[in-house]
């Protein structure tokens, strides 16, 4: 083939696309999760292997957490809330070539049930929402790990259920 013409087909050619990695929260045994009527069988943070072309799934492995029922990543890091009493929240070590997960370490939320979790965009904060107690502290991202802070909103809002920052915060 003339040059041109392989130059052509090369980029006639589809970009290889990266295998992307996909997280999933659960409820985990033997709790029920909100509205079911069944107790859970999940075990953890699930993780897959999403196939770029055809959006097949295929498990990779299971990182042990309690209820971690919200995730929030700031690459190289996953966060979770373990929503539980007393609650907390946990920091994952992600492998970027394997989607698998490392755990770094766990800190008390201070507070009941955590539901929801923030990563600021500065990836120095993590805001929690602790849903039966009704407060938000803040922790500080210290090499991935989360560590606790004087600031916090206590007793501020009951039954809080999510937390985020503005745009641009």
């Known amino acids: 083939l003339p040059a041109s013409a392989a130059g052509q087909r090369a980029r006639l050619r589809p970009p290889r696309m ?7 929260g659960t409820y985990t045994a033997p709790n029920t999760a909100p509205g079911a ?5 999940a075990e953890g943070i699930y993780v ?8 097949d799934l295929e498990r990779v492995e299971v990182a042990p957490a309690n209820n971690p029922s919200f995730l929030a990543i700031q690459a190289p890091y996953l966060y979770c809330v373990e929503e539980q009493d007393p609650g907390a929240l946990s920091t994952f070590a992600i492998d970027a070539t394997q989607g698998t997960l490392s755990p770094l370490g766990s800190v008390r939320s201070d507070g009941s049930a955590p539901t929801h979790l923030s990563v600021h965009p500065s990836g120095q904060f993590v805001l929690a929402a602790n849903y039966h107690s009704g407060d938000f502290p803040v922790f500080r991202i210290e090499g991935g790990t989360l560590a606790q802070t004087d ?11 999510k937390i985020t920052f503005s745009p641009g915060a």
């Not at 009527?37 to 069988?41: D, G, I, L, N, T």
Request: charged fraction near 30%; glycine fraction near 6%; hydrophobic fraction near 40%.
């Open 18 to 24: 990266a295998a992307r990695f996909v997280y999933v």
């Open 37 to 41: 009527e069944e107790p859970s069988a």
């Open 48 to 55: 897959f292997r999403m196939d770029p072309r055809t959006g």
């Open 151 to 161: 600031l916090d909103g206590r007793r501020t809002v009951f039954a809080s259920k």
